[in-house]
């Protein structure tokens, strides 16, 4: 079963805005990730936030974790054309699963 | 490099034949994965091999049998495919054995069971 949900399922942003997106997880957890995912690609590894962490940036990612409301937030600022992609977060169940979200679709318009 | 290396890219299959999906990593990586993405569900975990001669059963095992060959190659059968098989098949490394911290994906084969 899914341990984590993004919202919304797709978002559409003119290009130079931000995108946000969310997870929510059920149970608690080591990590979290996420990950990019580019049309008939496989999914890229963009940041990882531990427990004990409630913000990390990366580049123009920004990820937020409220652990007390089993959640994330991933922010993309200045959105460009290739940021267009599924986004997917994936928290860690027990020694070997990493649970994935059903992803959220982003397309920036030029 | 090349990554994470999956073959066949795409494949079509009768109800009922067989196949391997094969899967091969060069970055000396200790765990590797099988998932399928469905829409809609996102990513499951069919099959985990946190090392050479080991495997575990993931989420959605039923229907598949796997194969660590040696430490680069990870192999995925279907014995008798059936139309419910029918989805995109992701194998992912990661150079931990444990929690995975960072995941490498090949580029994925799409099997249509008809």
């Known amino acids: 079963s899914q341990q984590g949900e993004e919202d919304p399922q797709a978002l559409s942003i003119q290009e130079g805005e931000n995108a946000t997106m969310n997870c929510s997880y059920k149970t608690s957890i080591n990590n979290l990730q996420w990950y990019r995912q580019n049309s008939g690609r496989g999914l890229v590894h963009l940041i990882l936030?531990?427990?004990?962490?409630r913000e990390k940036h990366s580049g123009r990612l920004r990820v937020t974790l409220d652990t007390s409301k089993k959640s994330s937030s991933l922010l993309i600022t200045a959105s460009r054309a290739a940021d267009t992609a599924s986004y997917f977060c994936a928290t860690d169940r027990d020694d070997y699963k990493l649970s994935f979200g059903a992803g959220t679709t982003v397309t920036v318009r030029a | 490099n090349a990554g994470v290396t999956q073959t066949p890219k795409f494949q079509v299959l009768k109800t009922g034949q067989s196949m391997t999906l094969q899967c091969a990593q060069d970055?000396?990586?200790?765990?590797m994965y099988w998932y399928r993405q469905d829409p809609g569900m996102g990513l499951r975990l069919i099959y985990y091999?946190?090392?050479?001669?080991?495997?575990d059963k993931g989420e959605v095992p039923n229907g598949y049998n796997v194969s660590r060959l040696n430490k680069r190659e990870f192999s995925l059968r279907l014995e008798s495919a059936a139309p419910s098989q029918t989805s995109v098949y992701f194998c992912a490394s990661s150079d931990l054995t444990g929690v995975p911290e960072k995941l490498f994906f090949g580029s994925g084969t799409q099997l249509s069971v008809l």
């Open positions: 970055m000396n990586h200790n765990s």
């Open positions: 091999s946190a090392s050479e001669g080991t495997t």
């Open positions: 936030i531990r427990s004990n962490e």
